[in-house]
Nanobody, 117 residues
Framework: QAQLVESGGGLVQPGGSLRLSCAAS????????MSWFRQAPGKERELVAS????????YYSDSVKGRFTISRDNNKNTVSLQMDRVKPEDTAMYFC??????????WGQGTQVTVSS
């Protein structure tokens, strides 16, 4: 059974850094494009960053461009999101998503990130 498990969330001060990880099991990660989404209370879930199946091309939302970096290691079945110079508005539950492009998608359960002094 395919499963995505996020980790690395927590409390961080504004301007600080945090690294989120998404560990995949039960699926061949190299067949999936991977994305990070976030959802703050009372707001819709939004796409933060995505990366193609071999790690060649990445996309970032305007709100995180230049501060966040998405990466993947298909050999270790992991995807990461390096978050630098975080802001209070980055506070949200962060989810990873696997998308095969053929209608097969998987979501993790999320990890909470709180940016506060």
């Amino acid at each position: 059974q395919a499963q995505l498990v996020e980790s690395g969330g927590g409390l961080v001060q504004p301007g600080g850094s945090l690294r989120l990880s998404c560990a995949a099991s039960g699926l061949t990660l190299r067949l999936f494009a991977m994305s990070w989404f976030r959802q703050a209370p009372g707001k819709e879930r939004e796409l933060v960053a995505s990366i193609d199946n071999i790690g060649y091309a990445a996309y970032y939302s305007d709100s995180v461009k230049g501060r966040f970096t998405i990466s993947r290691d298909n050999n270790k079945n992991t995807v990461s999101l390096q978050m630098d110079r975080v802001k209070p508005e980055d506070t949200a539950m962060y989810f990873c998503k696997a998308n095969s492009g053929l209608g097969v998608t998987y979501w993790g359960q999320g990890t909470q990130v709180t940016v506060s002094s």
